[in-house]
């Protein structure tokens, strides 16, 4: 049951404009969603996050909205720059108040393109 | 300031060999997680370690163990190997329990042949 997803693999993006990368989740447990970031051969690495009390968080050039009400959240990314050509991973957690897990999605390559 | 260290970076194994993979937590976390990351999939996760005990588990079953050292370091063992074990394995370390920023290794990628 896959409670985290992203339903577009790949997203191509040219310079300068904004990348819309989205997320939808099934467990209306989840309380707090993040993004992470992945270059080849690295781990993963937090870019931004935002609490279910919250519908949007902005963070420079990265700005995450939350839409509770349709289980969906997406990162945006304005303006966009080769650097940014990663893969994307939108991840969701319930703290049950003794360990919280994080849930990912399946990713989505972003590639900025000159 | 050193950032989550993981060992070995690259390993093969056989089918039904056991394996022992390391990690050291940044400076300053007493929490760590582990998860692994199948081809083309997001990390699941398998387990969850602070004061040197098993806090939270995943989906994962009785072959994939662990353990928390005093210094907050951590192993995760899987026994009896299987092919669909081969994976990229993330420890990732944080400060308390609650998720809030992990902060990950660069991962063992483990191969079973």
């Known amino acids: 049951d896959q409670q985290v997803k992203q339903n577009s693999p790949s997203l191509s993006v040219q310079e300068g404009r904004i990348s819309i990368l989205n997320c939808d989740y099934t467990n209306s447990m989840f309380d707090y969603f993040l993004w992470y970031k992945k270059y080849p051969a690295e781990g993963p690495t937090f870019l931004i996050s935002?609490?279910?009390?919250?519908d949007k968080n902005e963070d420079g050039r990265f700005t995450v909205f939350l839409n509770k009400s349709a289980k969906h959240l997406s990162l945006h990314i304005v303006p966009s720059q080769p650097g940014d050509s990663a893969v994307y991973f939108c991840?969701?957690?319930?703290?049950?108040?003794?360990?919280?897990?994080?849930?990912f999605g399946t990713g989505t390559r972003l590639q900025v393109t000159l | 300031d050193a950032g989550v260290t993981q060992s070995p970076t690259h390993l093969i194994k056989t089918r039904g060999q056991q394996v022992t993979l390391r990690c050291s937590p940044k400076?300053?976390?007493?929490?760590v997680s582990w998860y692994q990351q199948a081809l083309g999939q997001g990390p699941q996760f398998i387990f969850q370690y602070y004061e040197e005990e098993e806090r939270q588990r995943g989906n994962f079953p009785d072959r994939f163990s662990g353990h928390q050292f005093p210094n907050y370091s951590s192993e995760l063992n899987v026994n009896a190997l299987l092919l669909g074990d081969s994976a990229l394995y993330l420890c990732?370390?944080?400060?308390?329990?609650?998720?809030?920023?992990?902060?990950f290794g660069s991962g063992t990628q483990l191969s079973v042949l």
């Open positions: 400076s300053g976390h007493d929490t």
């Open positions: 935002i609490s279910s009390i919250k």
């Open positions: 990732a370390s944080s400060l308390g329990q609650g998720v809030g920023k992990l902060f």
């Open positions: 991840a969701a957690s319930v703290w049950d108040g003794t360990a919280s897990k994080l849930t």
